[in-house]
């Protein structure tokens, strides 16, 4: 578990802007922790999906897929496109173990697409304190978000 204290999402919004090494710090933050997590999507057939860092309102993370129009898969047919995880920036100084859970949460969308019993199912296989670490999460940003 890091130690790093948590800054204001204003503060990191203005230091984002002028600062774009704390993107980076993000960016390869968030890649290890993917790739440390990685490995049972990897042995279901998953590819690593392609990492985006942003400051966002509302949400932690999302993960999305982008299919080709059937068209162009008629015309190129290629293996699947990887999928884009999308991560709030905030979580650069959150806890260790609170970006771990947000990151196989994201993760765990590879497989199931909605939240529903498999999905919370595979969260518990591969997380299962997964409850505790989301709980720690909101305790430890409460009020930081950007309105
Ligand atoms: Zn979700």
């Known amino acids: 578990m890091s130690s ?13 802007r ?10 390869a933050l968030f ?24 400051l966002m309102r509302t949400r932690w993370g999302s993960l999305s897929f ?13 293996p699947a496109e ?8 905030v979580l650069v100084r959150a806890p260790r173990e609170c970006l771990e859970y947000v990151v196989v949460h994201e993760l765990c969308h590879l497989e199931h697409h909605g939240h529903g019993r498999e999905f919370y199912a595979l969260m518990t296989a591969l997380l299962p304190d997964w409850r505790e670490r989301r709980q720690r999460l909101n305790a430890a940003v409460a009020g930081l978000l950007p309105r």
């Open 31 to 54: 890649a290890t922790v993917v790739n440390e997590r990685f490995a049972p999507f990897a042995a279901r057939g998953h590819l690593p999906p392609r990492l985006t860092v942003r």
């Open 4 to 16: 790093n204290s948590l800054e204001s999402t204003a503060v990191i919004a203005a230091l984002a």
């Open 66 to 78: 982008r299919r080709p129009s059937r068209l162009r898969r008629w015309l190129r047919p290629r």
């Open 18 to 27: 002028k600062d774009p090494a704390l993107r980076a710090e993000a960016a």
């Open 82 to 89: 990887p999928a884009r995880m999308t991560l709030n920036l």
